[in-house]
């Protein structure tokens, strides 16, 4: 089945290192995004990226960090210098590399809580 | 810049009953128009969307949502409840030129 599969599911952090969530699709999608949730808060974006080898920052890119070395992985990093990384993040990508108006697909999740 | 509200922070109604969820949205131009649900610890699952032409659309899980410019909302509607409705629900907005935006949501409880 085509899909978003996203790893860990939970991830623990120590303060002071930095870790890497995975985000894999094989939808042959050519958009890949990152969002943060926070209770009682809405989605905000973090990173996009509309084809490979290529990203953007959104709203919220401080403490963060991505790569898009193939179609079908976008990796998030999150750093140290991200000063309240404790949260649900959510990958998702969409067909075109029109990321304003095309349908996102979202995986399930990875939750990070930092000790 | 484009924003999205959605008034009731939680909603509570008995299965069987009907429920209308609310959204409004700010955009100049022709929005293109979402709802998600999420179930807890899960990701958000597409339930309908909107970009031009019948302003009443059918989705999945027998949702519906209808589109009035004029008030600038994008109301999502079920006749009847099933305690499996029980989730999380996002409205959100696109447009041209502007990232996704998505409101804060509505958690729905449902009561035997």
């Known amino acids: 089945d085509g899909g978003i599969t996203q790893s860990p599911k939970y991830l623990f952090r120590k303060e002071g290192q930095n870790v890497t969530l995975s985000c894999e699709q094989n939808?042959?999608?050519?958009?890949m995004y990152w969002y943060r949730q926070d209770p009682g808060q809405g989605l905000r974006l973090i990173y996009y990226?509309?084809?490979?080898?290529?990203?953007q920052k959104g709203d919220i890119a401080e403490g963060y960090s991505v790569s898009r070395e193939k179609k079908e992985s976008f990796p998030l990093t999150v750093t140290s210098a991200q000063k309240n990384p404790t949260a649900f993040y959510l990958c998702?990508?969409?067909?075109?590399?029109?990321?304003?108006?095309?349908?996102?697909?979202f995986g399930p999740g990875t939750r990070l809580t930092v000790l | 810049a484009q924003s999205v509200t959605q008034p009731d922070i939680h909603i509570t109604v008995s299965e069987g009953a009907s429920l209308e969820l609310r959204c409004n949205y700010s955009?100049?131009?022709?929005?293109?128009l979402f709802w998600y649900v999420q179930s807890p610890g899960q990701g958000l699952q597409l339930l309908l969307k909107?970009?031009?032409?019948?302003?009443l659309v059918q989705g999945i899980k027998g949702f519906e949502a209808e589109f009035k410019r004029s008030q600038s909302s994008f109301n999502l509607r079920k006749p009847s409840v099933h305690w499996s409705d029980a989730a999380e629900y996002f409205c959100?907005?696109?447009?041209?030129?502007?990232?996704?935006?998505f409101g804060p949501g509505t958690r729905l409880s449902v009561l035997p």
């Open positions: 990226s509309q084809i490979v080898n290529d990203f």
């Open positions: 939808l042959n999608h050519d958009a």
């Open positions: 998702a990508s969409s067909l075109g590399d029109r990321r304003t108006t095309d349908t996102q697909y």
């Open positions: 959100a907005v696109g447009g041209y030129g502007q990232n996704f935006v």
């Open positions: 955009y100049g131009a022709t929005p293109y």
């Open positions: 909107y970009f031009s032409g019948d302003t």
